[in-house]
C-alpha cells in the first residue's frame, strides 16, 4: 500500500514543525495518574502542538472535525482508549491532508495490537511517532458508523455491552465486571440467537448463531484475535460465523478462536473474505464497533469508500509476520 515516509533527524523535524499536532487526550480513559504523566511527557517535546481535553462523549469526534475542516496538514494523536480511537477515525475519515494515530492511554487499545507486542512503548515515544510514516488504512461502514478494527455481534458483543453496566455496582472492579458479563450471558441468557446472515455464497437464515465478527484489524475484547493475518490496508475484510453450540462446546472453542485457529473448525466456524456482510433478526441484535455499542434489527456491514490516514512509530511494523505468529 502507498506509504508516506518521513526522515528522521533534521528533514525529520522541519516536516514536523510544518503540520499542526493536535492532541485530543481522554482523561476518563485509563487510570487516572496516565494523564498526569502524558502531561509531562508533552511539556518536554521539542516541537509546537496543541492540546485538548474530552469532558463527553462526541467531543473527540467534534474537535478532529474542526481540525479538518480548516484544509492545513494536520496530525491528530487520539490520546484514551479504542473509543476515543474511533471517535477520531470517523472525524478525520476521507480528508487526504489528515493523519491520525493512538496514543495507548485506555485499558485495552485492541486496535494498537497489530503493531506487536511492545505496541504500548513505541507508541509512548512521541518524539518518534510525530515523525513516523502514515499508511492510508481501510475503513468498516457499520450501518453508517464508522470502525477501523472489529465489529462484532452476538455473545461476545452483548458481553461488551454488558460490562458498562457491572463497572457501575460498588466494589466490582473492571476484570470482576467482566466476569458477571459473561456469566449473565453464557449461563442465564443463553449463548446462541436465530438470525440471518449474507456474506458471499453463504446464507444462513434466521438459525441460532454463537457471534459473527467482522475483521479490518486483528485484536477485540482485551486480546481476541479471531483472524491473525487479517490486514488493515488489504481491502478486504474477514467475517467469521460461529454456529450453535453447546456451552461446554463454547467454553472448550473460546479459546481456539481467540487464537485465530478458525481454520480448524470449518464444521463450526464459517468464515468469508469479501467487502459486505448483511445481518438481521425479528430481535434486536447488540452490535460493538470498535467498542462502541450499536443495537438494530437488520445491519449492513461494508468496506468503506473512505480511508483513513494511520501514523505509527518508524519501528513499528503490523505485518502479521512481524506483529504476531499465527498458529
Not at 55 to 74: H, I, N, W
Not at 204 to 233: I, K, S, T
Not at 252 to 278: C, F, M, N, W
Not at 297 to 317: I, R
Amino acid at each position: 500500500m502507498e506509504q508516506m515516509s518521513v526522515k528522521s533527524g533534521r528533514n525529520g523535524m522541519e516536516f514536523v514543525r510544518t503540520m499542526r499536532h493536535l492532541f485530543i487526550i481522554n482523561p476518563a480513559a485509563g487510570k487516572r495518574r496516565t494523564t498526569q504523566e502524558l502531561e509531562v511527557m508533552l511539556d518536554k517535546l521539542s516541537f509546537p502542538h496543541e492540546v485538548v481535553y474530552t469532558k463527553q462523549a462526541g467531543d473527540a469526534r467534534r474537535f478532529t472535525e474542526a481540525a479538518v475542516r480548516t484544509g492545513e496538514p494536520v496530525r491528530i494523536y487520539a490520546c484514551g482508549g479504542d473509543g476515543t480511537l474511533n471517535e477520531v477515525v470517523n472525524g478525520a475519515a476521507g480528508y487526504s491532508h489528515a493523519a491520525i494515530t493512538n496514543v495507548p492511554k485506555g485499558t485495552g487499545n485492541d486496535f494498537l495490537k497489530i503493531f506487536g507486542p511492545n505496541c504500548r512503548s513505541l507508541f509512548y515515544n512521541l518524539e518518534e511517532l510525530a515523525i513516523g510514516p502514515e499508511t492510508p488504512f481501510d475503513l468498516i461502514d457499520c450501518n453508517g458508523h464508522l470502525g477501523i478494527d472489529v465489529v462484532c455481534a452476538g455473545v461476545d458483543a452483548r458481553v461488551a455491552a454488558d460490562v458498562h453496566r457491572y463497572k457501575d455496582w460498588w466494589l466490582v472492579s473492571g476484570i470482576g465486571a467482566y466476569i458477571l458479563a459473561l456469566a449473565e450471558n453464557v449461563l442465564f441468557k443463553g449463548i446462541a440467537r436465530p438470525i440471518s446472515v449474507q456474506m458471499g455464497d453463504i446464507q444462513w437464515e434466521n438459525q441460532p448463531a454463537c457471534l459473527l465478527c467482522v475483521c479490518n484489524g486483528r485484536y477485540y475484547g482485551g486480546g481476541f484475535m479471531p483472524v491473525g493475518d487479517a490486514m488493515p490496508d488489504d481491502g478486504i475484510l474477514d467475517v467469521l460465523l460461529v454456529k450453535k453450540v453447546g456451552r461446554f462446546t463454547f467454553l472448550r472453542l473460546v479459546d481456539k478462536y481467540a487464537k485465530g485457529l478458525y481454520r480448524q473448525y470449518p464444521e463450526l466456524i464459517l468464515s468469508h473474505h469479501g467487502q459486505e456482510v448483511t445481518f438481521s433478526a425479528q430481535e434486536e441484535i447488540t452490535a460493538v464497533v470498535d467498542g462502541e455499542v450499536m443495537r438494530d434489527t437488520a445491519f449492513t456491514v461494508c468496506l468503506s469508500e473512505k480511508k483513513v490516514n494511520f501514523f505509527y512509530p518508524a519501528g513499528a511494523g503490523y505485518q502479521p509476520s512481524r506483529a504476531v505468529k499465527i498458529s
